[in-house]
């Protein structure tokens, strides 16, 4: 027996088996049931969609002998003759090859004799918009007032091109592409019954390219059982069609939100030596970032089309919305301007170098030089650090202390626990020093608050000129780069303690006033470290994208210390845990050991954290300030008169809370 393609073996025989066009088959079954039949029906649509399948099963259910309806019997000789083709009263023409008025004509000759053998003779014209506008003429006066044995169905791709006045005379039904999901599913089920191995990924690549038609997809599916010796396999597949394996345009997008040109153009080299053309690549680009978009305004929205769903929630979280829409307009235009280059891949590389080039620097973020590393060393001069103890203590404003007041007075409110705030007009200088040299630092000449670390708190103290004894000023974390616009803040309810300094800084202190530091290998804030400390210090040592992100989902575990080195360990869930590779754990490395002046490194389990990470507590922070922004307009005396006066209502979305200073 010769071997019939899946295309044709699979054609549906009843409306059940039909995929998709639920609200055309709708419709139709409750005409047939109700009995409430027009006598022309026009079926428009892309190629594959199943034009051509529903009329003929709309012909068989109104020829079956046992009776008109939705759920034709198939075992009867008309049901049998239409399925095989071969049904006297079905008249198939295609209107592609018969467009003159001559051949309209003679198929309207029969058109008033009764049907030979079925209930109904059935016109189904497929490309009716083929037709010349004599033949359209001819048809119009039978297509309005046909006898009534007559049914004509019309299908065509391209309904634009019919005159207005076949239109009017019929029902329209409108076919839509298919989903990939459902040409997925249909697929599965058809291999399933054939008996055929396959990879689900490999149906996903054949559903993409079928681009909506289940036709294309059964052809495809078909090409790519040969191709693969009777198997599908994804890696074959992806060969055969020359498609971007989707997983490095995710990694190609990862890239471009870290700002790494060199790891741009490693990944277009990679991705040219399979030959893919670059213009699928932008295509496939541009769909990814509408789907992050679409996942960071409305993340239920987001559907697994691509089998990718997790991916793209994860780079919508990393991604900042801004950058998405750059990049989103850059490779739009670049599309545009690819077919102009003389070397597709040299425009493909300057579509991506452009997003770079254009990306917006945040506050807060530094603006590196081209080749340099995305990791910023600290800085050697003082920087302010308000933002970092607002993160600190959870705070809006902190009051320097009076130089007039009790020398007591900055040390009684020092032990009480406070909720400081960080207002614009005090600024905070920290002098750091390489904790491997001595330094001698005078005593300041003005107050000065200082950060320090006491176990599990981190507090802020004001020193009194002459009067409060010598403290330790350098902050626990050396220099400090300038802090983002709105930073992950530490627990708010830590408590303002003074801390003691070290028994050698006050015998340095009595004797001569000058305190010399004690060299050592591993500092001991490092020692100290733990997870509310790092909610603080992740926003000065220079981190960013998506190396930023990944650290700010991760909890500090523990940290252990050798000589010369220590090692810092810390959890990361599993969600973003694929998105960890060598290169991010190289850059925390960088700017840790940057800062401490010390060798670092640092391991990533998978784990759930079990301390609150910096974005948990970023999160938690914008809330809590959204709702007292909320609270305060809601009490507002002005507002109020406003919404009484005006019988206004509080948009609450419109409500932006003021960043912290």
Not at 590 to 619: C, H, M, W
Request: net charge negative; glycine share 6%; with cysteine.
């Amino acid at each position: 027996m010769s071997y019939q393609v899946l295309a044709r073996k699979w054609r549906p025989a009843t409306f059940e088996q039909m995929v998709g066009q639920e609200h055309v088959l709708k419709a139709l079954v409750n005409a047939l049931d109700s009995g409430r039949l027009h006598h022309a029906y026009l079926f428009t649509g892309t190629r594959g969609v199943g034009k051509t399948s529903i009329a003929r099963l709309f012909a068989k259910s109104l020829n079956c002998e046992q009776g008109v309806g939705a759920s034709p019997c198939g075992q009867c000789s008309p049901c049998r003759e239409i399925s095989e083709g071969r049904f006297v009263d079905l008249i198939e023409v295609d209107a592609a090859s018969r467009t003159k008025v001559e051949d309209t004509r003679e198929l309207l000759e029969n058109v008033q004799y009764a049907p030979t053998q079925g209930r109904f003779k059935v016109y189904l014209i497929d490309e009716v918009h083929m037709l010349s506008s004599h033949s359209f003429n001819a048809l119009l006066k039978t297509l309005e007032e046909p006898p009534p044995h007559i049914k004509f169905l019309l299908a065509t791709t391209d309904p634009q091109k019919l005159p207005v006045t076949i239109l009017s005379r019929c029902l329209q039904f409108n076919l839509k592409n298919m989903m990939p999901e459902p040409i997925v599913a249909h697929l599965q089920n058809v291999l399933i019954e054939e008996k055929v191995p396959f990879d689900e990924p490999a149906l996903w690549l054949l559903a993409r390219a079928a681009n909506g038609s289940m036709r294309d997809a059964m052809s495809l599916t078909d090409q790519a059982i040969s191709y693969g010796s009777g198997s599908l396999v994804e890696s074959d597949v992806r060969t055969m069609l020359g498609s971007v394996d989707q997983h490095q345009v995710i990694q190609l997008l990862s890239l471009l939100s870290e700002g790494s040109a060199q790891g741009v153009i490693d990944m277009v080299a990679k991705i040219a030596e399979y030959g893919a053309d670059f213009d699928d690549v932008l295509a496939e680009l541009l769909g990814l970032l509408h789907r992050v978009a679409v996942a960071q305004a409305l993340p239920d929205a987001v559907d697994n089309s691509q089998g990718d769903r997790e991916a793209v929630l994860a780079l919508a979280k990393s991604l900042k919305s801004e950058d998405v829409q750059l990049f989103y307009q850059i490779a739009l235009n670049g599309r545009k301007d690819l077919p102009l280059v003389p070397v597709p891949k040299e425009g493909f590389e300057m579509t991506l170098l452009r997003m770079l080039a254009f990306r917006p620097v945040m506050p807060g973020e530094l603006a590196m030089p081209q080749g340099e590393s995305m990791v910023a060393p600290a800085p050697a001069i003082s920087a302010p650090v308000a933002t970092a103890i607002d993160t600190a203590v959870g705070s809006d404003e902190v009051q320097p202390a009076d130089p007039h007041s009790h020398p007591d007075s900055s040390t009684q409110q020092a032990d009480q626990p406070a909720s400081v705030e960080v207002s614009p007009a005090p600024t905070v200088e920290v002098q750091s020093a390489p904790v491997a040299s001595p330094a001698v630092n005078p005593a300041p000449a003005v107050p000065e608050a200082t950060v320090l670390l006491a176990g599990n708190d981190i507090q802020v103290q004001n020193d009194v000129v002459a009067e409060a004894p010598p403290v330790d000023d350098t902050p626990p974390w050396g220099e400090s780069a300038s802090p983002s616009s709105d930073p992950p803040l530490a627990e708010e309810s830590a408590p303002l303690k003074k801390a003691e300094p070290p028994a050698a800084e006050v015998e340095a202190g009595q004797q001569g006033g000058d305190r010399v530091e004690q060299p050592s290998s591993v500092p001991t804030q490092v020692q100290l470290l733990d997870s509310l400390s790092w909610i603080a210090l992740l926003e000065v040592i220079g981190l960013s994208g998506m190396t930023y992100n990944i650290a700010a989902n991760a909890s500090v575990e523990a940290v252990d210390s050798s000589e010369q080195t220590a090692e810092i360990r810390f959890l990361l869930p599993g969600r973003q845990m694929h998105l960890f590779n060598g290169t991010h754990k190289q850059r925390i490395e960088e700017g840790l050991s940057n800062y401490f002046k010390t060798a670092i490194r640092v391991d990533f389990l998978e784990g759930e954290p079990t301390a609150e990470t910096p974005a948990q507590f970023r999160e938690r922070r914008n809330k809590e300030r959204m709702a007292e922004a909320v609270a305060a307009l809601q009490g507002d005396a002005n507002v109020q008169a406003m919404i009484q006066q005006f019988d206004g209502v509080l948009d609450i979305r419109s409500v932006q809370p003021a960043d912290p200073a």
